[in-house]
């Protein structure tokens, strides 16, 4: 069964500065990976994703993340963060064909302060 | 895009009450559906597979006679709360996933969550 860590459980930034959530995962075989967000009160986003292909993905709101498959880690990253990024990031990892559910990480909340 | 539809968002009730929230795909058909459980700060659990017209498979604690999950149509799953309490309040998510995704592998979109409270 796979399972994800999140290592950071709450990081707090000041705008501009940069960031980096790390993301590990357990699992023997070929993984789909995922990095979702969640704004207060509202449902889960998904941020980016990684199936194959090349490793360092792109996503939505300037954010990106890395597969290393070495590391077994796909960390999640933006050069300078917003006042409006402030909210919870869950990494999530299935299997390659997609047909199991999603296992998730505890989520690491994130608040950037002016 | 691909859309699912959860209701309600948020339901409010007596111990004692069974609460039913409905997961509808619906630009999609699903055989396969998913609920999880979201404790305040905590991450999404799964709580069980819902198949199409076959009964679903419950992750290891959760009740299945608490937590009844009916998947009648391809683009509907239920998951009903019986003879709920206090320590049920939670969020509730449903994923749907899409077979029709491409290059092998089946997206499965998430449902806005259901918010409910148990008095």
């Known amino acids: 069964a796979q399972s994800v860590s999140q290592h950071n459980h709450h990081v707090i930034l000041s705008e501009a500065a940069s960031l980096e959530l790390g993301c590990n995962y357990s699992y023997g075989g070929t993984v789909n990976l995922f990095w979702y967000v969640q704004y207060p009160g509202q449902h889960l986003q998904l941020l980016l994703k990684?199936?194959?292909?090349?490793?360092l993905v792109k996503g939505i709101k300037g954010f990106e993340a890395e597969f290393i498959k070495s590391k077994f880690s796909f960390n999640l990253r933006k050069p300078s963060v917003q006042w409006s990024d402030t909210a919870e990031y869950f990494c999530a990892v299935n299997t390659h064909s997609g047909n199991t559910p999603l296992v998730f990480g505890k989520g690491t909340r994130l608040s950037v302060i002016a | 895009g691909a859309v699912v539809s959860q209701h309600p968002s948020w339901v409010i009730c007596k111990s004692g009450t069974s609460v039913k929230i409905e997961c509808r795909s619906l630009d999609f058909q699903a055989t396969t559906m998913f609920w999880y459980r979201q404790f305040p700060k905590q991450s999404l659990m799964l709580m069980a597979t819902s198949n199409e017209g076959s009964k679903a498979t419950y992750e290891q604690g959760v009740e299945k006679d608490k937590f009844l999950i009916n998947h009648a149509s391809l683009t509907l799953s239920t998951l009903t709360v019986t003879s709920a309490h206090p320590e049920d309040s939670s969020f509730y998510i449903c994923?749907?996933?899409?077979?029709?995704?491409?290059?092998?592998?089946?997206?499965?979109?998430f449902g806005d969550g259901t918010r409910l409270s148990i008095l």
């Open positions: 990684y199936f194959s292909g090349d490793p």
């Open positions: 994923s749907a996933r899409d077979p029709t995704g491409t290059g092998g592998h089946q997206p499965q979109h």
